[in-house]
């Protein structure tokens, strides 16, 4: 099993999210699993589409931030929060 080597703890959220991509008329829809201060695991139908920077939003939480893709999977997204 690999080892956790993220510096801050992530605490699981499941949130609805939507990922804003410049240049897009509209979001993508996604799934926020887990969340932490630093970064995010996103799920989302493909994420071959996804840049590798956009921002992410999370109308129920109020979260709007822009993030950087550290890790991809075929359904899956890593990302770290950009200040």
């Known amino acids: 099993?690999?080892?956790?080597?993220?510096?801050?703890?992530?605490?699981?959220?499941?949130?609805?999210?939507?990922?804003?991509?410049?240049?897009?008329?509209?979001?993508?829809?996604?799934l926020v699993r887990d969340s932490s201060n630093n970064g995010a695991l996103i799920e989302v139908g493909h994420t071959d589409i996804i840049p590798e920077t956009f921002r992410l939003r999370i109308p129920s939480s109020g979260l709007d931030?822009?993030?950087?893709?550290?890790?991809r999977t075929a359904h899956m997204l890593g990302v770290a929060f950009e200040a």
Not at 2 to 30: A, L, M, N, W
Not at 65 to 71: D, E, S
């Open 1 to 30: 099993m690999p080892v956790d080597q993220r510096s801050v703890t992530r605490k699981q959220i499941f949130r609805i999210g939507e990922i804003h991509i410049e240049d897009y008329s509209y979001p993508i829809d996604c």
């Open 65 to 71: 931030v822009p993030c950087r893709v550290i890790r």
